[in-house]
């Protein structure tokens, strides 16, 4: 017969933690009433967060436990700050459009104004065909390199 490993016999299949402990009942979910939400949300409105007093005497005021006041503010928070979170996403959206829209809109204005000469350019070929040069302008061919270069 062939020899066992020494680790076979303490093998064991599945998670190590898998067989310590039953697991837990997971506790139903609490629902609170209209007047409670209502309560709960117009106090986190004026503050966001409750001093232990406050919490408990908010608690006791809508017969509530001290835990159920205090996760419901915990989960409020979370859902504040991802809300927050999406409104300052829309806006910086909102404001690349416009500032893209206000770019777009300084392009097209500058191709409808002709091109202040510039005096240097005006006594030099070169740089008086390349100022007068518009790469983004469709229709403008140059039709000469040597001398003076015309843009048609």
Known sequence: ?????????????????????????????????????CELEKRFHRQKYLASAERATLAKALKMTDAQVKTWFQN?????????????EAE???????????????????????????????????LYALQNLQPWAEDNKVTSVSGLASVV
């Open 1 to 37: 017969t062939a020899a066992l490993s020494p680790f076979a016999a303490t093998r064991r299949i599945g998670h190590p933690y898998q067989n310590r402990t039953p697991p837990k009942r997971k506790k139903p979910r609490t629902s609170f009433s209209r007047v409670q939400i």
């Open 76 to 88: 409020r928070r979370t859902k504040w700050r991802r809300q927050t979170a999406e409104e300052r």
């Open 92 to 126: 910086r959206q909102q404001a690349n459009r416009l500032m893209l829209h206000l770019q777009q809109e300084a392009f097209q204005k500058s191709l409808s104004q002709p091109l202040p000469q510039d005096p240097l350019c005006m006594h030099n070929s070169s």
